[in-house]
Each structure stands twice: as structure tokens, then as C-alpha cells.
């Protein structure tokens, strides 16, 4: 069993920044990790990925604002979000890539508003 432990949300006016924090309990430096986040009414989305040796991927909405980064020393996966925008706002997760179902933690809150 792995507990991953989001933070860093917070309200943050359009085109404003954030860095998510997700902390594991356990290392993960062989796995590809992800930032997933779920919006009022729909279903959680995948939103960045980073694989072992660091290479990313993102979902259109977010390329070129988003970076998702790891530091396997620190057990610790970050999200830099730049250029903030109202439908970025979303209970965000982070967890394994493919997600396993029993490690979603409480996920952190972005609420993007003027």
C-alpha cells in the first residue's frame, strides 16, 4: 500500500500560478507517475505524466502551461502551473500511471476565480 499525499492548491486568480506537492510514502522511482484532476459534475481526467527517466506527456488543455516534474529522492512529484485559467479549476491527484485504484489520496484544490 502507497499513501500519496497532495498540496499547493489554493485560489488563485486567472493567470496566476500554483506548484502541487504530492509526496509518497514510498519511492516510486521506477514508476511512470501522473497528475490527474476532477472538476465538479465530471470525471477525473488525466492531466500530466512523467515517466522513470523524465519524460513527460500532457493533455492538450494544459501543454505549455503545466510542467510535471519528480524528485525520486524526495519521493515527491510536482505540478508548475502557469497561465491559470477558470476551467483549471479541479480537485487534483496525483497517483501511478496507469492509476491503481486504492492510492488516490484527498487531492488538493485549485480554484481559479477572479
Known amino acids: 500500500q502507497v499513501q500519496l499525499v497532495e498540496s499547493g492548491g489554493g485560489l488563485v486568480q486567472p493567470g496566476g500560478s500554483l506548484r502541487l506537492s504530492c509526496v509518497a510514502s514510498?519511492?516510486?522511482?521506477?514508476?511512470?507517475m501522473g497528475w490527474y484532476r476532477q472538476a465538479p459534475g465530471k470525471e477525473r481526467e488525466l492531466v500530466a505524466t512523467?515517466?522513470?527517466?523524465?519524460?513527460?506527456n500532457y493533455t492538450d488543455a494544459v501543454k505549455g502551461r503545466f510542467t510535471i516534474s519528480r524528485d525520486n529522492a524526495k519521493i515527491t512529484l510536482y505540478l508548475q502551473m502557469n497561465s491559470l485559467k477558470p476551467e483549471d479549476t479541479a480537485a487534483y491527484y496525483c497517483?501511478?500511471?496507469?492509476?491503481?485504484?486504492?492510492?488516490w489520496g484527498q487531492g488538493t484544490q485549485v480554484t481559479v476565480s477572479s
Open positions: 497517483n501511478y500511471h496507469p492509476p491503481v485504484k486504492n492510492y
Open positions: 514510498r519511492s516510486f522511482w521506477f514508476a511512470t
Open positions: 512523467v515517466t522513470s527517466i523524465g519524460s513527460t
